[in-house]
């Protein structure tokens, strides 16, 4: 079943849209943390980023610098927060992978709810190994 971005996509569900080409789009969050809040939306339908074709990671990069602009540009926000939430488990409630560009202010009250926690004596460089171990 398509995902409701892909229905947007499809023009089925209304959409505001920033912009739209072959591999992505960008759309207004219907419920922003902030007015300009935008969600870049790869046209292709996987629930995790590193599940989408070649050709729209190779894209990414480019789109998110021009729509992280865009979104500055047109809310006078200094800074923007880039978001993914990359499975249920982060947070994701549409399975259609996506990026969110909320603009930020200083000062604003808005925070990302994480909790960073130190390592205890050794574990940084364990993880380190671990992580090198899987990288692929
Ligand atoms: P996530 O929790 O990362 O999956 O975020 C999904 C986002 O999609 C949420 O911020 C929603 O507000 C947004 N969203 C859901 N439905 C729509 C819609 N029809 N139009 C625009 N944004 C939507």
């Known amino acids: 079943m ?16 920033v912009f739209r080409d072959e591999l992505w789009v960008a759309i207004l969050d219907i419920r ?10 790869p046209l292709a339908e996987a629930q995790h980023l590193a599940e989408l074709p070649a050709p729209t990671l190779a894209a990414l990069g480019d ?7 865009a979104v500055k540009a047109a809310t006078g ?15 994701q409630e549409v399975p259609h992978a996506h ?6 202010f200083a000062d604003d009250g808005r925070r990302l709810a994480w909790t ?21």
Not at 77 to 91: E, F, I, R, S
Request: net charge positive; no cysteine; proline share 11%.
């Open 32 to 41: 922003p943390v902030a007015p300009g809040h935008a969600l870049l939306i």
């Open 116 to 136: 960073a926690t130190p390592y205890a004596d050794g574990e940084l460089a364990a993880w380190a190994t671990k992580v090198r171990a899987a990288w692929r």
């Open 77 to 91: 926000a200094p800074a923007v927060n880039v978001v993914v939430n990359d499975g249920p488990a982060a947070g």
């Open 99 to 104: 990026v969110h560009v909320i603009p930020r």
């Open 63 to 69: 789109r998110l610098a021009r729509l992280t602009a």
């Open 2 to 17: 398509p995902s409701i971005f892909s229905k947007i996509i499809a023009g089925q569900i209304p959409g505001q849209f």
